[in-house]
């Protein structure tokens, strides 16, 4: 069983920064892809930003959402299977519930699994 601990998230005022983390455990063998989703209130989850893992130790591939692009980055330390998503420059139209999800494969089973959730609110 996979689980995940997400922390980071809070109250910053438009312009601010946070950095949110999210740390996977349990028998994990190998993570292909590493993600980071939002929801709104009213609104479907999106996909905010993903990094890929190919073959290679050092390939690193990422991809994000328009409305974030320049002002997100999203890393992950594969050592200590963790993805962090630094944010930059908040806009009020980034509050939501960020959710890390992760895909892989464990010990027996492959894994397709989402973090608790942590609240990120963008006001002055």
């Known amino acids: 069983q996979v689980q995940f601990v997400e922390s980071g998230g809070g109250l910053v005022q438009p312009g601010g920064s946070l950095r949110l983390s999210c740390a996977a455990s349990?028998?994990?063998?190998?993570?292909?892809?590493m993600s980071w989703y939002r929801q709104a209130p009213g609104k479907q989850r999106e996909l905010v930003a993903t990094?890929?893992?190919?073959?290679?130790?050092?390939?690193?591939?990422?991809k994000y959402a328009d409305s974030v692009k320049g002002r997100f980055t999203i890393y992950r330390d594969n050592a200590k299977n963790t993805v962090s998503l630094q944010m930059n420059s908040l806009k009020p139209e980034d509050t939501a519930v960020y959710y890390c999800?992760?895909?892989?494969?464990?010990?027996?089973?492959?894994?397709?699994?989402w973090g608790q959730g942590t609240q990120v609110t963008v006001s002055s």
């Open positions: 999800n992760m895909r892989g494969r464990a010990v027996g089973t492959d894994f397709n699994s």
């Open positions: 349990g028998n994990i063998l190998r993570i292909y892809a």
């Open positions: 990094i890929l893992s190919g073959g290679s130790a050092n390939y690193k591939e990422s």
